[in-house]
């Protein structure tokens, strides 16, 4: 008896492509074998889903069994009483999960991408990326710095330039795949057995294997060292930011990209300044007669150097004065903020006979001014 590929897969009959393809994803993510290991039946599913997926997924074979319920030799399937033979459905082919998995861009799942199939191509590893943290200034995430830092991290060796090869010897057939980069071993289920495909163990891939290792890297193509690099921080960091210096991680394995590096920011508090956003804040005091009667005063900058700053007469105790242009900045704006100046009216604790007389007459004055 023929199988019912549309109950397989658990769609109804007038499925469309896009919803055929959808469930077959989710009964491969959840069939996939290796999530099944202890339970045989779990490649039997798939064997089955998969079955039905090539036949619903292809429209003229669909057509075909939807006309006939069966799909000729050429179709491989539909054997009548004798039944689907696994072997014969794959025909040779080897049962490569990655494949399928990659084919619907499944990547990333957790354990599968261990067994991934490699090629040349990428046994070449991108270099890991370095984190490094620095602590700046104030003045320095405001007007933005340039910085040395020393690393240790990958470097291609030298002697064999990234490849791993002893000088003056090259590659042999990996012996373990005879060049193929994969390995393949026969696994039984209730169909007989069927063949999985895996990266070869001893070249991950690669086909071929060091004749003699690079005795300096020890074959794998990258050495440790120390290295000093230049890091422009911009202007406007702030603390918990990161900087990317591309290119300047980890060298590659086996001659692949380098990594990046990651600058972490962390900026120091200012005695004098405070930031928000792309404004500091700075807190001066003057005393009780310069600003009743008005004053000029000598604010220091982040960037160094003093500003003169005008005191109206009869500035009140936390009155807030700016100055333009001379705060911080966000990070790729080009405009300073302002500088917020605070201004805190000082009344005195400790007075000469002088002063204490003065001010009681000031007083007396006042109480007059106001009686009158
Ligand atoms: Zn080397
Ligand atoms: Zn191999």
């Given at each position: 008896m023929a199988k019912d590929y549309y109950k397989i897969l658990g769609v109804?009959?007038?499925?469309?492509a896009d919803e055929i393809q959808r469930r077959y994803r989710e009964l491969v993510m959840k069939n996939h074998p290796d999530l099944h290991k202890?339970?045989?039946?779990s490649s039997k599913k798939m064997a089955e889903v998969n079955e039905a997926y090539e036949m619903l997924s292809n429209p003229e074979k669909r057509a075909q069994y939807d006309r006939f319920g069966t799909v000729g030799p050429e179709g491989r399937a539909g054997y009548g009483a004798g039944g689907f033979d696994f072997n014969d459905f794959f025909q040779?082919?080897?049962?490569?999960f990655e494949d399928i998995l990659r084919n619907f861009g499944f990547g990333g799942f957790g354990g599968f991408a261990e067994t991934r199939q490699r090629t040349a191509q990428n046994v070449r590893q991108r270099g890991e990326d370095i984190q490094y943290p620095i602590a700046i200034t104030l003045k320095e995430s405001v007007l933005g710095t340039k910085k040395e830092i020393r690393i240790t991290r990958n470097e291609t060796c030298t002697v064999c330039d990234g490849s791993?090869?002893?000088?003056g010897t090259g590659y042999i057939t990996c012996p373990t795949c005879k060049g193929t980069g994969n390995v393949k071993s026969a696994q039984r289920s209730i169909f007989g057995e069927f063949i999985v495909q895996t990266t070869c163990p001893t070249c991950h891939g690669l086909g071929k294997i060091a004749k003699e290792k690079c005795s300096s890297c020890r074959g794998t193509g990258v050495v440790r060292a120390q290295k000093t690099v230049e890091v422009t921080i911009p202007a406007g960091v702030e603390t918990g930011m990161r900087v990317r210096i591309r290119g300047e991680g980890n060298a590659g394995l086996h001659k692949g990209p380098r990594g990046d590096l990651y600058i972490l920011i962390r900026v120091e508090k200012d005695p004098r300044f405070e930031k928000a956003g792309n404004k500091l804040y700075y807190t001066t005091r003057i005393t009780f007669p310069k600003a009743a009667l008005g004053t000029t005063i000598q604010i220091p900058l982040i960037e160094g150097g003093y500003e003169k700053l005008k005191v109206p007469a009869g500035t009140q105790n936390n009155t807030e004065l700016i100055i333009r242009g001379k705060g911080a900045r966000l990070v790729g704006d080009r405009r300073r903020g302002d500088l917020t100046v605070k201004i805190q009216v000082d009344v005195p604790t400790r007075l000469s006979p002088k002063e204490k007389n003065l001010i009681k007459k000031l007083g007396e004055l006042q109480d007059d001014q106001k009686n009158s």
């Open positions: 109804s009959k007038d499925a469309t202890d339970d045989p039946n040779g082919e080897s049962f490569n791993g090869l002893k000088p």
